[in-house]
Each structure stands twice: as structure tokens, then as C-alpha cells.
């Protein structure tokens, strides 16, 4: 078994929304899961490595699925190759 970060038709690289970002490179379809982002321990969400990366937009391609303590990003839009992939931030408790 070998230790992979992020899906293979991903990659991380320098971002026009801030910093670096997630983007695809390949085609995605909407409605497909890309993998878990968060993870809810007790009362701690400790973040993976593929939700490090995405960006906030107000219009994202992408959204947050909770599954018992698990969030999971998934394409809410058909994703083209070299495209940012993009979340609408609200997970986080003030």
C-alpha cells in the first residue's frame, strides 16, 4: 500500500483565489465524491490533507456531504481539467 495525499486526478499549485488551491486534472462529473476533508473526534475537527487546500468562493463547484463524523467533499458541477476546485466556507464553530 502506498501513502497518497490527494486523489490521483488531483494536484495543489498556486491559486488566482489565494495562495495555493486544489485543482483537477482531469474532468470531473458533478455529483462525485472526492474524498473525506474533515474529521470530527469528540469535539475536535482535525482536517486531511485534501481539505487543506481548497479555497472559499461564494459560488464554489464543490460541497461539503457529512457522513456520521466524517465530511466528504463532493462536485456540485461538471469540473473541467486545470480547474480550481472551490468550497463555500461554514464548517467551522466560533
Same mark, same amino acid.
Given at each position: +500500500?502506498?501513502y497518497k495525499p490527494l486523489p /490521483? $486526478? =488531483?494536484?495543489?499549485? #498556486? *491559486?488566482?483565489?489565494?495562495?495555493? !488551491?486544489? /485543482? *483537477? %486534472?482531469?474532468?470531473?462529473?458533478?455529483?462525485?465524491?472526492?474524498? +473525506?476533508?474533515?474529521?470530527?473526534?469528540? &469535539?475536535? %475537527?482535525?482536517?486531511?490533507? =485534501? !481539505?487543506?487546500?481548497?479555497?472559499?468562493?461564494?459560488? *464554489?463547484?464543490?460541497?461539503?456531504?457529512?457522513? &456520521? &463524523?466524517k465530511w466528504f467533499l463532493k462536485?456540485?458541477?461538471?469540473?473541467?481539467? &486545470? #480547474?480550481? =476546485?472551490? =468550497?463555500? $466556507?461554514? %464548517? $467551522?464553530?466560533p
Amino acid at each position: +500500500m502506498k501513502y497518497k495525499p490527494l486523489p /490521483f $486526478y =488531483l494536484t495543489i499549485k #498556486q *491559486s488566482e483565489v489565494h495562495g495555493l !488551491g486544489l /485543482f *483537477s %486534472l482531469t474532468e470531473i462529473p458533478k455529483d462525485t465524491t472526492i474524498g +473525506m476533508t474533515h474529521i470530527e473526534i469528540e &469535539n475536535d %475537527l482535525i482536517r486531511t490533507p =485534501l !481539505g487543506g487546500f481548497i479555497n472559499h468562493a461564494d459560488k *464554489s463547484n464543490c460541497v461539503k456531504k457529512k457522513h &456520521n &463524523n466524517k465530511w466528504f467533499l463532493k462536485t456540485n458541477e461538471d469540473i473541467k481539467a &486545470n #480547474q480550481e =476546485l472551490t =468550497l463555500t $466556507y461554514d %464548517l $467551522y464553530k466560533p
